[in-house]
């Protein structure tokens, strides 16, 4: 799959990522832009992540969950040391027991995203396209 980033006027910070059909704004944040940036975006696909997982799953397993709601905490203090802290912190709305709440928080820690960005060596190239 490809996703394309096209910039929205000559010059300007922003930009749109077209991924699936669907198109996603990127900017700066304030006073650049009105944002979203491209941290929130990658902030964004954990917590996007976590919600679908565990909705999946608590369907499957037949576990009464009426919503998630996914809240994705930044701390980049020390980025510029290597350091980049994302919290997830869920509510999950329905009838559930406390074992239900433990297991759902369980495979919330695994979700796809989640394990990209902690267990995956992510091996990023970046080259041009032929002049045209």
């Known amino acids: 799959m490809t996703i394309h980033i096209r910039q929205n006027a000559l010059q300007g910070l922003q930009f749109t990522a077209t991924a699936n059909d669907h198109d996603l704004p ?22 996007a992540c976590k919600a679908l997982t565990v909705t999946l799953y608590a369907r499957r397993k037949g576990i009464p969950l009426m919503s998630i709601d996914v809240d ?4 980049n203090a020390e980025e510029k040391k290597g350091v980049y802290r994302l919290k997830a912190v869920l509510t999950l709305n329905g009838d559930l027991t406390d ?4 297991e759902l ?4 820690g695994r979700c796809p995203i989640h394990k990209l960005m902690t267990q995956t060596d ?4 970046t080259e041009l396209a032929p002049a045209v």
Request: aromatic share 2%.
């Open 72 to 75: 994705v905490q930044r701390d």
């Open 105 to 108: 928080l369980d495979i919330a």
């Open 122 to 125: 992510v091996q990023v190239s």
């Open 26 to 47: 990127i900017d700066m944040p304030p006073p650049e832009g009105e944002g979203p940036d491209p941290h929130d975006l990658f902030d964004t696909s954990l917590g």
């Open 99 to 102: 074992e239900q709440r433990a």
